[in-house]
C-alpha cells in the first residue's frame, strides 16, 4: 500500500535542506521520526501536527511523511495538501507527478501544471531572496545616483529607473501577486454568490478540487470554479500558499 510513495520519500529526503530548529522542537521531531520509522503512523502524525500548527520551525521531510500517512489511510485529500504545502518551498517534479497521478486517479481538478506553475513555486521558493535582491540594487544605484549628483554630473532621467526598481521591491513586499490556491476539505461543500450564507449557492463540489483563491471577506474566501467566481466558507478549504498567507 505505501511503496510506490515510500520510494519517493525516500529519494526526497536525501535532497530536503538542513534546518535547525529549537531544541524543544528537535526533541518533538525526533519523537515523532522514531515512531514514523517503528510504524506508529498515528502516533506520530499527531506529533507532526502539532509542530506544524504551533510553529513554522518545522521539517519539510515532516509534510512528506504527513502526506505518506494520509495516503496510507485513504485521505487523498489531505496527502494532496501535505505534498502542496511541501511542494511550495522545495518545487519537485517528482512530488509534482506524485499529485498528478492523485489526482487523475480520483478524477480531481486544478492539478493541471504547466512551466509558469513551475516557476511560481521557484518564486516561492526563493521570495525572500529576491526581495532582498531588489533592495539591494535599489540602495546600490542610489549611492551611484548620489556620487554622481555631487561630482556636479548629469543623471538624466536615470532616477526613474531608481524608482522603478523601488517600486518593484515595495510591489513584491507588501501585495501578494501571485494568487495562492487552496483545497476543498469536505464533499457537498457548497459554492456561494456573495459572502453570505443567506445568499444563491451556485454550485456543489466535492473534496480534493483545487481552486484558485482571489481574497479573503471575514469568513469567505472569494475563488475561481470552472472559470466563475464564487464563495466558500474558510473551513471548508485548506490554503495550499505557503504558510501564513491569509
Given at each position: 500500500?505505501?511503496?510506490?510513495?515510500?520510494?519517493i520519500f525516500i529519494f526526497l529526503s536525501i535532497f530536503t535542506l538542513h534546518q535547525t530548529y529549537p531544541q524543544s522542537y528537535?526533541?518533538?521531531?525526533?519523537?515523532?521520526?522514531s515512531l514514523f520509522n517503528a510504524q506508529k503512523y498515528t502516533e506520530a502524525f499527531t506529533i507532526y501536527q502539532k509542530i506544524l500548527n504551533s510553529s513554522e520551525l518545522y521539517s519539510y521531510q515532516m509534510l512528506l511523511k504527513m502526506a505518506f500517512i494520509k495516503e496510507g489511510l485513504g485521505d487523498y485529500t489531505a496527502a494532496l495538501y501535505y505534498l502542496n504545502l511541501y511542494y511550495n518551498y522545495n518545487p519537485n517534479k517528482k512530488v509534482l507527478k506524485k499529485m498528478e497521478e492523485l489526482a487523475a486517479k480520483y478524477k480531481l481538478s486544478g492539478?493541471?501544471?504547466?512551466?509558469?506553475?513551475?516557476?511560481?513555486s521557484l518564486y516561492n521558493q526563493y521570495y525572500h531572496y529576491i526581495i532582498f535582491f531588489f533592495?539591494?540594487?535599489?540602495?546600490?544605484?542610489?549611492?551611484?545616483?548620489?556620487?554622481?549628483?555631487l561630482r556636479r554630473k548629469k543623471i538624466g532621467?536615470?532616477?526613474?529607473i531608481f524608482i522603478f526598481i523601488l517600486g518593484t521591491a515595495y510591489l513584491l513586499t507588501n501585495y501578494n501577486i501571485i494568487p495562492p490556491k487552496g483545497i476543498i476539505r469536505k464533499s457537498g461543500t457548497l459554492l456561494m454568490s456573495a459572502p453570505s450564507a443567506a445568499s444563491v449557492p451556485i454550485a456543489t463540489i466535492d473534496e480534493g478540487h483545487r481552486v484558485?483563491?482571489?481574497e479573503k471577506k471575514d469568513v469567505w474566501y472569494r475563488i475561481i470554479w470552472e472559470d466563475k467566481s464564487a464563495?466558500?466558507?474558510e473551513y471548508n478549504l485548506w490554503v495550499t500558499g505557503k504558510l501564513g498567507e491569509f
Open positions: 500500500m505505501y511503496g510506490k510513495f515510500l520510494s528537535t526533541r518533538e521531531l525526533q519523537t515523532a521520526d492539478y493541471r501544471y504547466t512551466d509558469l506553475e513551475y516557476f511560481i533592495l539591494a540594487f535599489a540602495l546600490s544605484y542610489y549611492l551611484h545616483l548620489l556620487i554622481k549628483k532621467l536615470r532616477p526613474l484558485m483563491i482571489l464563495y466558500i466558507l
